[in-house]
C-alpha cells in the first residue's frame, strides 16, 4: 500500500488565496522533508521536519509523528508557487526517504 | 556552491545499449543517494552510499543496474542492456550524513530507451 499518501492529488488556486495539502504516513515516519520540483525538474527543498512546525515566508508546514501526517500551508499565493509538491519521510533506520505521489498545484492569475 | 551536478541531462540510447550516467555530490556531503522518477511509479529509491560506501541497494533492479562511488566527489549509475522500462528521469541526491538532513537534488539526467 501506499507508505506516504499525499492529498489532494491536484489542486488550483486562485492567487492571492490559501491552500494547504497533506501527507499521511503508514510507515513510521521520524523526519519529513517537503520539496516542490518546478517546472524544469529541479526538485527544491521547502522544509525539512522533525515533530513540530516550520515556517518560511508565505510557507508554513507542520509535522506530527504521533498521529503520523504532516501539512504544507501556502498563504496568499504566487504564480511562481506552482509546481509538483512533495512530501518524503524516513522512519527510524534514518536511512533513505519515501516520497508520496506529489500533489500538482497550478495557481491563477 | 554548484549544487549537484549531473551528467548528461538528457540521453537517448538504443534498446540493448549501455547507458552511464555520473553525479558530482556536493562537496563536503558524505551520503548520495539515486532515485528514479516517472509518471506511472513517481519517485522511486535506487540505493545510497555513505563515505562512498554502498549502504542499501534495496530498490536496484537486481539485473542490470549497478551503481558505483569510485571516490567521493562522484558516483555514476550504469545500466546494462538498456529497455524501454527503463526510461525514467534518473535523480541524484546529496545530503551531510545520513538520509535525516536536508537532501539537496540534483537537476536530473532524462534516459529515454527505444
Known amino acids: 500500500g501506499d507508505k506516504v499518501k499525499q492529498s489532494p492529488s491536484a489542486l488550483s488556486l486562485q492567487e492571492g488565496t490559501n491552500s494547504a495539502l497533506r501527507c499521511n504516513f503508514s510507515i513510521a515516519a521520524t523526519t519529513v522533508q517537503w520539496f516542490l520540483q518546478n517546472p524544469r525538474g529541479s526538485l527544491i527543498n521547502l522544509f525539512y521536519?522533525?515533530?513540530g512546525t516550520k515556517e518560511n515566508g508565505r510557507l508554513k508546514s507542520a509535522f506530527d509523528s504521533k498521529e503520523s501526517y504532516s501539512t504544507l500551508h501556502i498563504r496568499d499565493a504566487q504564480l511562481e508557487d506552482s509546481g509538483t509538491y512533495f512530501c518524503a519521510a524516513t522512519n527510524s533506520a534514518g536511512n533513505k526517504l519515501t516520497f508520496g505521489i506529489g500533489t500538482r498545484v497550478l495557481v491563477r492569475p | 556552491n554548484a549544487g549537484v551536478i549531473q551528467t548528461p541531462r538528457h540521453k537517448v540510447t538504443g534498446k540493448g545499449q549501455e547507458a552511464t550516467l555520473w553525479c558530482e555530490p556536493i562537496?563536503?556531503?558524505?551520503?548520495v543517494f539515486w532515485y528514479r522518477q516517472t509518471i506511472v511509479q513517481g519517485l522511486e529509491f535506487l540505493t545510497y552510499?555513505?563515505?562512498?560506501?554502498?549502504?542499501?541497494d534495496s530498490g536496484m533492479p537486481k539485473e542490470r543496474f549497478s551503481a558505483q562511488m569510485p571516490n567521493q566527489s562522484h558516483s555514476t549509475l550504469k545500466i546494462q542492456s538498456t529497455q524501454p522500462q527503463d526510461s525514467a528521469v534518473y535523480l541524484c541526491a546529496s545530503t551531510r550524513d545520513r538520509g535525516g538532513n536536508t537532501l539537496y537534488f540534483g537537476e536530473g539526467s532524462r534516459l529515454i530507451v527505444v
Open positions: 552510499f555513505r563515505n562512498q560506501a554502498p549502504i542499501d
Open positions: 521536519l522533525v515533530p
Open positions: 562537496s563536503g556531503h558524505s551520503a
